[in-house]
């Protein structure tokens, strides 16, 4: 178990008016999860994603499968 707080960050993509969300992969090799936070709200709710499912949705965004909104 680590105590170790996550280390937000967003991507340098990401210039479209605050819609984004932050992440912090430095908990991926002792947790096993990838944090996901809206950008607007730091102290809102976080969203522990499994790093496969994270990477599969990453994978599914390069490779133009997720349609967009």
Do not use: H
């Not at 605050?18 to 996901?36: M, S, Y």
């Amino acid at each position: 178990m680590t105590t170790e707080s996550p280390r937000w960050f967003k991507s340098s993509y990401s210039d479209n008016g605050g819609q984004c969300i932050e992440v912090a992969t430095n908990l991926i090799t002792a947790c096993g999860v990838v944090p996901v936070r809206d950008s607007k709200s730091p102290a809102g709710p976080v969203l522990n994603v499994a790093t496969g499912s994270f990477a599969s949705f990453v994978a599914g965004i390069k490779a133009g499968e997720l349609g967009t909104a």
